[in-house]
């Protein structure tokens, strides 16, 4: 049962010496319980407070890692029913099925286009992340060969699925040590299934066909001591699982229900034999609380945008998304080639940058950090003004491999430019496109000389 904030609040040490990064105990226990801090963080709470607080301080949603090291998938751990509130803070798995009865051909392309779907998108490469190894045969012998296949070829979080036990500890037998999760514990296998998921430590997937079910279930498994769970709702229709994703989420922040407390999978691979229409699903999903999807297959046209689509839900909305500040070398330019400067938001970057990159102009791209603002937001918060520019250009090393002194500022910045030709000696600022659209042929007729 959790307990409220004053409740925690007489169960610390009451010395408000700040080492939780809070400045009083109170703060400490509201944030408690509110489950935006972790009881870990006060080095003074005695064991039996400790015993009493640690339901009180479990997230409402637990955190389930699936694989090991830094390659892991943590999903689950979210505090909030809307990302503006704060943030979403684990973007969900996406999967790929293989199952022991397609051909082995099959196989192969879904498990080469795992590895090779891959797209940069502002800094960040996305890509999918795990493998679903499902049983249909029941025979674990293929089951083994199955997931030593996916091993092989690289994969390193996986769902391994079946209704047996059995077949569960064959795969098992070569992929232990990856703590994949199991998929999946029902009514009928709960207690061999939560005895093999504790044995092997690895998470274990609930699947009933009732909300009520699932609660009962993870009572079950977590009364023999398993806490890494995952919920499958077992809607197989696209507004069933949305409502049960909801519903999930609310039972487990605002009515504080902690059997219903763990993160979700969807399989969209079983609930159409279209791709096309598994990604429209997929796209309800994410920002609807999933914690794992399962695809049939990779097609860059489907992932693509579901990946962009997880980027941007999973980001945190109060803090822009950031480039590095230092110099770009777009095109291989050379002594003679032009030097523009933009801000650090990472849209800006890379707008401008992909501008720069079609022209074929060989360009120094100098970027400013600006916190993550545009350029006319950064000019008006006085991050983009001539004190903040002149210093950067000087201290960036620009100098040295340039044989001019011209630089090309957004059109955005226009009004900077007397103030920091004044503080830039010796070089000239020339006023840019205010639309990155236009900078290629701005380019185009730029000269050194
Ligand atoms: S570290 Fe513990 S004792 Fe110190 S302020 Fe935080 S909660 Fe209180």
């Not at 699925?161 to 070569?174: I, R, T, W, Y």
């Not at 400067?341 to 022209?359: A, D, K, Q, W």
């Not at 600006?370 to 991050?383: D, F, I, N, P, Y």
């Not at 430019?417 to 900078?439: D, F, K, N, V, Y």
């Amino acid at each position: 049962m959790a307990l409220s904030g004053i409740e925690i609040f007489k169960l610390l040490p009451k010395t408000n010496c700040g080492e939780c990064g809070v400045p009083t105990c109170l703060a400490f226990a509201m944030k408690l319980a509110a489950g935006q801090a972790e009881l870990s963080a006060c080095p003074y709470v005695s064991e039996e407070s400790k015993a009493k607080l640690e339901d009180a301080s479990a997230p409402p949603i637990r955190p389930v890692t699936i694989g090991t090291g830094a390659d892991a998938l943590k999903i689950g751990g979210e505090t909030v029913l809307f990302r503006h509130e704060k943030t979403f803070i684990n973007k969900p798995g996406i999967a790929v099925l293989v199952s022991d009865t397609m051909s082995d051909a099959d196989v192969e392309v879904r498990l080469k286009r795992l590895k090779e779907l891959q797209y940069e998108r502002v800094g960040l490469v996305l890509q999918a992340d795990m493998v679903a190894i499902k049983d249909t045969s029941g025979n674990a012998k293929r089951f083994e060969e199955l997931v030593q296949k996916a091993r092989s070829a690289g994969a390193s979080k996986l769902i391994l699925m079946s209704d047996k036990p059995e077949v569960l500890a064959a795969g098992l037998n070569h992929c232990a040590d990856l703590k994949p999760l199991l998929y999946a514990a029902t009514k009928a296998n709960a207690e061999a299934m939560g005895n093999l998921a504790k044995e092997k430590g690895c998470p274990l997937t609930v699947k009933s066909g009732t909300l009520d079910e699932v609660a009962e279930l993870t009572t079950k498994l977590t009364g023999m001591g398993l806490k890494d769970l995952v919920i499958d709702s077992g809607a197989r229709t696209v507004k069933k699982v949305f409502e049960d994703h909801i519903t999930i989420r609310r039972a487990a922040l605002v009515s504080k229900i902690r059997s219903l407390g763990f993160p979700t999978i969807a399989l969209p691979c079983e609930m159409t034999d279209d791709l096309m229409k598994e990604a429209i699903i997929s796209s309800i999903l994410i920002p609807k609380y999933t914690g794992i999807l399962v695809l049939s297959n990779l097609e860059g046209q489907g992932l693509f945008p579901l990946l962009v689509q997880r980027m941007n839900i999973y980001t945190d909305p109060q803090r822009p998304m950031a480039t590095n500040q230092g110099i770009y070398e777009i095109n291989a330019p050379d002594a003679n080639s032009p030097v523009c400067i933009t801000s650090n938001f990472s849209l800006t970057y890379f707008i401008v940058s992909g501008e720069i990159e079609g022209s074929r102009i060989p360009t120094w791209l100098l970027v400013l950090d600006t916190e993550g603002l545009s350029v006319m937001t950064a000019w008006a918060a006085g991050k983009f003004v001539a004190d903040t520019v002149a210093p950067f250009v000087k201290k960036s090393g620009i100098e040295g491999k340039i044989q001019h002194r011209k630089l090309i500022i957004p059109g955005a910045a226009a009004t900077i430019s007397g103030e920091l030709e004044e503080e830039l000696s010796g070089w000239q600022i020339m006023i840019g496109p205010r639309e990155a659209a236009h900078i290629p042929p701005y380019l185009k007729n730029w000269t050194a000389s």
